[in-house]
């Protein structure tokens, strides 16, 4: 099997660190050079024995792409797309969020979608160094191409999960990205902050209104497992960041729009009051105002 990643940040790269250990050939596309990618994955620090490739052109069509790039960075990564999509590739979507073949399907000229739902905590702790936080884990839709991605995971580090109900399990990912990603981004803190109580009844406000706007989009939650969310990110280790704060940190652009913003979407559409998920699209948009003006 050939597989290329197109991204080599936290997910990316440890997605390539799983598949490099049981896989055939993996491509790592990236858009600005590495000269190796390191990642400490269960105690262990490896380089990935991948091909780095930073030119579009030097890649041709795989059996698999994992697209790991933030979602706002999807359109960014056509040029690779119309590379190594063949009329039989799979592109598996490896981003938060939900509609995650609406983002891309309209980028590919053949080929199919797999979307995924992530739960692969990591950081990149230097140019070309992922550190992984945690047991990697994603979810996909049950069904061939689901049970085929599974297969190339066999063995690995890494465990693939294929769901009958996959929107209801890509909005329960969503909730949590909604209320953690958005406060520590903001407070630049990590997840120790989960435990302050103000913090807590500030996320729950959040999280009712996602419960409300999902459930009119037909996921199957339940205001009741708002709590042992909650309960989840308060147990972690302080010392777990998200995806949005590394960016904050950065000075990157972030996730914003098409996390809290596709929620806030979705409830006017719906006609659904979110005055706490609209009040935090209002600050995440001025933060990121002001990460441009400093970042020239
Ligand atoms: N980090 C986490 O703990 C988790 C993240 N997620 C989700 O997974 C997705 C990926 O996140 P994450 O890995 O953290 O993101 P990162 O920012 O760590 O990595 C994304 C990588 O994509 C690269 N990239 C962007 N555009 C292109 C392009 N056009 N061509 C090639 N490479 C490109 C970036 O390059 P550059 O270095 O130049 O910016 C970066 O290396 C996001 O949707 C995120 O929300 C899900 C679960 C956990
Ligand atoms: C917060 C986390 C790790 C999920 O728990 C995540 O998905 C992210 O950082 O974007």
């Known amino acids: 099997m050939t597989v ?3 991204g080599a940040g936290a997910v990316g790269g440890v997605a390539a660190a799983a598949l490099a250990g049981s896989s055939g050939e993996v491509t790592l596309c990236v858009r600005r050079p590495i000269p190796h990618l390191i990642v400490e994955l269960q105690g262990d620090v490896r380089e990935v024995p991948a091909r780095i490739v930073a030119d579009p052109a ?17 359109a960014s990564a056509a040029p690779w797309l119309d590379r190594l999509v063949g009329p039989k590739t799979v592109v598996v979507v490896l981003q938060n969020g939900i509609g995650h073949a609406d983002r891309v399907g309209p980028l590919l000229r053949q080929g199919q979608v797999l979307p995924a739902v992530v739960y692969s905590p990591g950081e990149v702790v230097a140019p070309g160094h992922v550190r992984s936080g945690g047991a990697p884990r994603y979810i996909v839709p049950a069904g061939p191409a689901g049970a085929a991605f599974a297969r190339l995971f066999e063995g690995s580090v890494l465990k693939v999960e294929q769901a009958a109900d996959f929107e209801t399990l890509s909005w329960r990912k969503f909730l ?12 630049m803190r990590r997840f120790g902050i989960m435990r302050d109580p103000e913090i807590r009844s500030f996320a729950r406000a959040i999280l009712t209104e996602a419960v409300a706007v999902g459930r ?7 205001a009741a497992e708002i709590g042992p969310l909650l309960d989840s990110f308060a147990a972690q280790d302080s ?5 949005m704060l590394f960016d904050r940190l950065a000075g990157r652009s972030m996730e914003h729009e098409q996390l809290t913003g596709v929620l806030v979407g979705l409830a006017s559409r719906f006609g659904i009051e979110v005055p706490f998920n609209r009040a935090v699209l209002a600050l995440l948009r001025g933060l990121q105002d002001s990460l441009a003006r400093e970042t020239g």
């Open 4 to 6: 290329a990643v197109i």
């Open 58 to 74: 030097a890649v041709a069509v795989v059996d698999w792409v994992l697209l790991a790039t933030k979602a706002q960075d999807t």
């Open 176 to 187: 949590g990205n909604l209320c953690v990603n958005p406060i520590t981004a903001l407070t």
């Open 216 to 222: 009119a989009a037909g996921a199957k939650l339940e």
């Open 239 to 243: 010392e777990t960041g998200s995806s």
